[in-house]
């Protein structure tokens, strides 16, 4: 089993930047890809970024791409996500989440097996 905690959500001005924290407990937490989603109101829930089990590998959504960076720690079980320049349209619901066991880095829920809880991001225009 796998737990995934989110931090580092809050209310933020556009333009501002946010550094988002997932801590995994569980002893494969380093052998999956780890991805980072997010929810608006009223949406479905979309990919945002992923990374690769070394990091060597990482892929953002077209929204992101240039603005967001993922990577990880594995000696400390984190996955994290530098938000800059954010806008109104990055309001979510952010949610971490732990691919398959020794598999690529997906960008769809369904490559997913383990999610957290969570973490807010709100931006105000």
């Known amino acids: 089993q796998l737990q995934l905690v989110e931090s580092g959500g809050g209310l933020v001005q556009a333009g501002a930047s946010l550094r988002l924290s997932c801590a995994a407990s569980?002893?494969?937490?380093?052998?999956?890809?780890m991805g980072w989603f997010r929810q608006a109101p009223g949406k479905e829930r979309e990919f945002v970024a992923a990374?690769?089990?070394?990091?060597?590998?990482?892929g953002y959504a077209d929204s992101v791409k240039g603005r967001f960076t993922i990577d990880r720690d594995n000696a400390k079980n984190t996955v994290y996500l530098q938000m800059n320049s954010l806008t109104p349209e990055d309001t979510a619901v952010y949610f971490c989440?732990?691919?398959?066991?020794?598999?690529?880095?997906?960008?769809?829920?369904?490559?997913?097996?383990?999610w957290g809880q969570g973490t807010q991001v709100t931006v105000s225009s």
């Open positions: 569980g002893r494969t937490a380093s052998m999956r890809p």
């Open positions: 989440a732990a691919g398959k066991l020794l598999s690529a880095a997906g960008q769809g829920a369904d490559d997913y097996d383990y």
């Open positions: 990374i690769s089990t070394r990091g060597g590998s990482t």
